[in-house]
């Protein structure tokens, strides 16, 4: 805001310097006519105007704002003289334009139109009444050739200027993905850090956990064959602290696979042929998807190494959370590309999205959205890919849907 507050400021300041300038020239100028005054005006106010007008911004309305330009200042110079008037230098105002937004060949173009038009005036001369001198005619030529010259100095100069302002863009650029790549560098950083201490807080634990509860489930089966079937509340309560014992066991069994460490059997294979086995392995389920899994795979992603019943868990996690985000009847796809020598790919689907303040937190574990959920699918998938020595990304926005982006290296 502050930038676009000095840019209006200095556009305003622009403007009043115009203005001043024309003023000054009908002021000193020895004929002052009332036509010169129109062009004056007629000048002042175009330059004012033309910057904000869209149309004279495009790459016709330049070259028609030069051509107006040009028609001005030959009719000031018309009306003041012809080829003894004091404003022959009005008209460096279009070539000076000309070599500021033209290249080289438009800029030599435009100067030999405005030397042209200026020494135009000499076919207006009655030459049985005039004679001009030899010196007067070197005068008129040095008059047209400063044309070139001025015009040849402004262009470089602001060829200089843009080539420095591409170089401040490139660097703005490049310290942005710099800073990017930092953060994103950073956020791995945390996020391993806390995975592994939450690593080993769950094994330490999940192994505290499991004999007490064996204890319970023993009890309960023992429980189960003593209780006769007249004593329904018993054995129903017993049923629940099975029941109770088996799921706190399924969840320990995932809190174990989370901290467990990660040993890779990597061969090359197929990363298509993988998805195919998840998606087939999907559509079997009962009930049905309800949603439509598309694929999209290049032709030219080639065999990679990796741990296939690892990814194939990672794609399984991806595609699910994807069908269960979108609604009944929607699309899910599943898109493969080469990215140098490794693969990425893509699972999109058009669903509930993810929060804006969510997305950072997404991967670490027991975050979920999900009001059943534990928390550990994303973090074990994202253990597997940094294993796998890729990334994991993810594109959501609020009701348009997520784009999950996991790229594997190739061989080394």
Not at 119 to 145: A, G, H, K, N
Not at 241 to 252: D, F, G, P, Q
Not at 377 to 399: C, N
Request: net charge neutral.
């Amino acid at each position: 805001m502050e930038r676009f507050a000095v840019m209006r400021k200095l556009v305003r300041g622009q403007d009043a310097a115009w203005l001043a300038l024309m003023a000054g020239l009908g002021f000193a100028s020895p004929v002052r006519s009332s036509a010169e005054i129109q062009l004056l005006v007629a000048l002042a106010l175009f330059q004012v105007v033309e910057p904000k007008v869209g149309a004279l911004q495009t790459h016709a309305g330049v070259h028609v704002a030069i051509f107006l330009r040009l028609l001005l200042c030959y009719l000031l110079i018309g009306v003041t003289g012809g080829v003894s008037s004091s404003y022959y230098l009005i008209l460096m105002v279009p070539v000076v334009s000309a070599a500021t937004a033209l290249g080289a060949v438009g800029t030599l173009v435009v100067s030999l139109i405005a030397g042209g038009s200026y020494l135009s005036f000499l076919l207006l001369l009655d030459w049985s009444v005039f004679v001009i001198p030899p010196d007067q005619m070197r005068e008129l030529l040095l008059r047209v050739l400063m044309f070139g010259v001025l015009a040849f100095l402004t262009h470089q100069l602001a060829a200089a200027s843009r080539r420095q302002s591409r170089q401040y863009m490139e660097t703005a650029e490049q310290l942005a993905r710099a800073n990017q790549s930092l953060q994103e560098a950073e956020a791995a950083v945390r996020r391993s850090e806390r995975l592994a201490a939450l690593g080993q807080l769950t094994a330490g634990l999940a192994h505290e956990l499991r004999n007490p509860l064996g204890t319970m489930r023993a009890s309960a089966d023992v429980l189960l064959k003593n209780v006769g079937p007249d004593q329904t509340v018993a054995r129903e309560l017993a049923g629940y602290i099975v029941s109770e014992v088996e799921r706190t066991n399924s969840l320990i069994t995932r809190f174990l696979d989370f901290a467990r460490p990660l040993e890779l059997r990597l061969a090359p294979a197929d990363i298509g042929e993988t998805i195919d086995r998840v998606i087939a392995q999907l559509e079997r389920q009962q009930p049905p998807l309800g949603v439509t899994v598309y694929r999209n795979y290049s032709p030219e992603v080639r065999p990679i190494p990796l741990d296939r019943e690892l990814m194939e868990g990672v794609f399984y996690n991806l595609i699910l959370n994807a069908v269960q985000a979108s609604a009944e009847g929607g699309t899910v796809t599943v898109k493969t590309r080469p990215l140098g020598a490794g693969v990425e790919v893509s699972v999109i689907d058009r669903g509930v999205g993810i929060a804006e303040g969510q997305k950072e937190n997404i991967f670490n574990p027991f975050v979920t959205t999900k009001a059943t959920g534990v928390g550990l699918g994303l973090a074990i998938v994202a253990k597997i890919v940094d294993q796998h020595k890729g990334k994991i990304t993810v594109e959501s926005e609020p009701g348009q849907g997520s784009i999950f982006h996991v790229y594997l290296p190739g061989a080394a």
